[in-house]
C-alpha cells in the first residue's frame, strides 16, 4: 500500500489518520510503487494550481494501475469531496472515491475493494458515499504520524463560517467545528510523551476555535491549558485570520511560555476597495491598525503573511500599495498566489476589472523578488547569533537539519548546521549561526 499525500498540513493529519486506518486493519505502508498492490492519492483542489498537481499525480497513479490488474487506484480528499462526479468521467481506472467523511473508514471501504474480482477488467467503480464533510477526529483516533518524530500537526478544528468570496474551502470542509479542549489537551500530552518536541495548531481558521459553541475566548482557553502541560515543548499557532486577532492573544504571543512569537496572518491585500471585494470583513484601516500594534507590542513576533494578487478589481495603484506594504512592514515570510476564479465561489462570477493572467503572474514575481530581498537581510542579521533549533533530521551530505522559533514547519526557511552526537536524539539544540541566504540558514551545534 502506498499513499500519497498533497497539498496542506490539514490533508496530511488526514492522510495521518488513514495510515492510522489501514495499519489497524493490517495493510503494510511502503514508499516504493512496485512494491504495492493498493495506491492511494490523498488530493488537494483549492485552487487550480492544487487541482493540477493533483490531476498529474493521478495520471501516474493511472498509469502504474494499469500495469497490472491485480493494482487498485483510490482517490481521497478534498477533489473527491468537491467534485467526485468530474473524476469519476475523467478517470475510468480509479477504483474508489472517498470524500472527507471516509478518511478514518479507509481500511473498511479498501478490504470491500480488495473482496472484488483482480481479474480484468477493472471491477465496476463503486464511490464511497461524499456527503458534506463533518468528519473531525479526536485524540483517540489510530493515527500514524509521518512528520519528523520532533515536530507534529494538531487540528483543533475543521472547516470555516466565513464567506470570503475567492474561497472554494468552506464548500469542500464544511462549517466549522471545533473539538472539545479536553481531546486537543490530551492529544498533545500523548504526542509530548511520545517524543515530539513542536506542537503545530492548525485548521482552515485557529483564531475561531470554539466559536462554533459560542465561545468567544475559547483559544486563549484552550493555549492556557497547553500551557500547563510539562516539559520543554514548542506550541506554534497557525493559520489564524485577522478578524479575529485579540489583544489578549498578542499578550500571549509575546513570548515567555510554550506559545513561540510567531505569529501566521493572512492578510491577502491591503488596499480598502479589494479587501471589500473579496469580503475579508476587515478593511484596510483596521489592517493596518493591527499590523502597528503587532510591532509596537510585539517587536521580536516573527510575522508570516499570504496575498493574492490580481484579484478582480486589483488596480495598478491596489498593487503597489502590497508592494509598499512589503518593503515596509518586513515580514518574515509571505506566501503569494495568484487570483483563481474556483467554480461556486461569488468571486468566479466577477466581471468588472478583471486581472489578466500575465499582469497577474508579473505582480507575483514582483511581490516575491521583493520578499527575497527583505527576507535575506533579515536573515543576514541573524549571522552571529546562537539560536534554539529543533532538529528535524540529517542532510544526504551528513549534516543536521532544523528549524527555528522564526520557522514553521514545510512552509518556511531551515537551519543546516554540523554537530556531533545524536542531535536527533536532543531534539532541541543550540547552534551558532555562520551564514545565511534568502531563506535559509547555516550553522554549527554550540
Ligand atoms: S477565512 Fe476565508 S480564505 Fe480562509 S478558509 Fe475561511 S473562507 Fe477561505
Known amino acids: 500500500m502506498l499513499l500519497v499525500s498533497l497539498g496542506c498540513a490539514k490533508n496530511l493529519v488526514d492522510t495521518e489518520v488513514m495510515c492510522g486506518s489501514l495499519a489497524g486493519g493490517g495493510y503494510v505502508l511502503t514508499n516504493l510503487?512496485?512494491?504495492a498492490d493498493i495506491m492511494?492519492?490523498?488530493?488537494?483542489?483549492?485552487?487550480?494550481?492544487?487541482?493540477?498537481?493533483?490531476?498529474?499525480?493521478?495520471?501516474?497513479?493511472?498509469?502504474?494501475?494499469?500495469?497490472?490488474?491485480r493494482r487498485r487506484l483510490v482517490v481521497a480528499g478534498c477533489w473527491p469531496q468537491r467534485e467526485g462526479d468530474v473524476l469519476r468521467s475523467r478517470f475510468p481506472e480509479i477504483d474508489c472515491l472517498l470524500g472527507l467523511n471516509d478518511v478514518p473508514r479507509i481500511a473498511i471501504h479498501l478490504a470491500r475493494l480488495r473482496g472484488a474480482p483482480k481479474s480484468a477488467p477493472a471491477p465496476e467503480i463503486k464511490p464511497a458515499s461524499i456527503s458534506d464533510a463533518e468528519y473531525l477526529y479526536d485524540h483517540n483516533t489510530p493515527r500514524l504520524q509521518l512528520t519528523a518524530p520532533t515536530y507534529a500537526y494538531v487540528k483543533i478544528a475543521e472547516g470555516c463560517n466565513?464567506?470570503?468570496?475567492?474561497?472554494?474551502?468552506?464548500?469542500?470542509?464544511?462549517?466549522l467545528r471545533s473539538r472539545a479542549p479536553a481531546s486537543v489537551v490530551e492529544e498533545c500530552r500523548m504526542l509530548l510523551n511520545n517524543g515530539v518536541r513542536e506542537l503545530n495548531f492548525i485548521g482552515q481558521d485557529t483564531t475561531a476555535y470554539g466559536r462554533d459553541r459560542g465561545e468567544s475566548d475559547g483559544l486563549l482557553r484552550l493555549l492556557d491549558r497547553c500551557?500547563?502541560?510539562?516539559?520543554?515543548?514548542?506550541?506554534?499557532?497557525?493559520?489564524?485570520?485577522?478578524?479575529?486577532?485579540?489583544?489578549?492573544?498578542?499578550?500571549?504571543?509575546?513570548?515567555?511560555?510554550?506559545?513561540?512569537?510567531?505569529?501566521?496572518?493572512?492578510?491577502?491585500?491591503?488596499?480598502?476597495?479589494?479587501?471589500?471585494?473579496?469580503?475579508?470583513?476587515?478593511?484596510?484601516?483596521a489592517t493596518r491598525q493591527w499590523l502597528e500594534k503587532i510591532r509596537r507590542i510585539c517587536p521580536e513576533l516573527a510575522v508570516r503573511t499570504t496575498f493574492i494578487v490580481g484579484y478582480p478589481g486589483e488596480t495598478e495603484a491596489a498593487f503597489v500599495k502590497v508592494l509598499e506594504l512589503l518593503r515596509t512592514y518586513r515580514f518574515n515570510h509571505v506566501g503569494v498566489f495568484t487570483f483563481s476564479p474556483e467554480p461556486g465561489t461569488a468571486a468566479a462570477t466577477d466581471s468588472e476589472g478583471l486581472v489578466e493572467p500575465a499582469v497577474a503572474e508579473s505582480r507575483k514575481d514582483l511581490l516575491l523578488t521583493e520578499q527575497q530581498?527583505?527576507?535575506?537581510a533579515i536573515n543576514r542579521q541573524r549571522v552571529g547569533s546562537l539560536t534554539a533549533v529543533l532538529v528535524e533530521g540529517r542532510t544526504s551530505e551528513g549534516q543536521w537539519h532544523g528549524r527555528t522559533v522564526r520557522d514553521a514547519p514545510d512552509v518556511d526557511g531551515r537551519v543546516t548546521f554540523t554537530g556531533r552526537g545524536d542531535c536527533m536524539k536532543a531534539g532541541i539544540v543550540?547552534?551558532?549561526?555562520?551564514?545565511?541566504?534568502?531563506?535559509?540558514?547555516?550553522?554549527?551545534?554550540s
Open 227 to 285: 500551557e500547563e502541560l510539562g516539559g520543554d515543548f514548542w506550541l506554534r499557532l497557525l493559520y489564524t485570520h485577522p478578524r479575529h486577532l485579540t489583544d489578549g492573544l498578542l499578550e500571549r504571543l509575546r513570548g515567555g511560555g510554550h506559545l513561540l512569537p510567531y505569529l501566521d496572518l493572512p492578510l491577502q491585500h491591503i488596499d480598502d476597495h479589494v479587501l471589500h471585494r473579496m469580503g475579508r470583513g476587515m478593511g484596510e484601516r
Open 373 to 376: 530581498s527583505v527576507s535575506a
Open 162 to 175: 466565513h464567506r470570503c468570496r475567492f474561497c472554494a474551502i468552506p464548500r469542500i470542509r464544511g462549517r
Open 33 to 35: 510503487p512496485e512494491s
Open 40 to 69: 492511494v492519492v490523498n488530493t488537494c483542489c483549492f485552487i487550480a494550481d492544487a487541482r493540477r498537481e493533483s490531476e498529474s499525480r493521478i495520471l501516474q497513479a493511472v498509469e502504474w494501475r494499469r500495469a497490472s490488474s
Open 430 to 445: 543550540k547552534v551558532k549561526i555562520t551564514g545565511s541566504d534568502e531563506y535559509d540558514l547555516t550553522g554549527e551545534l
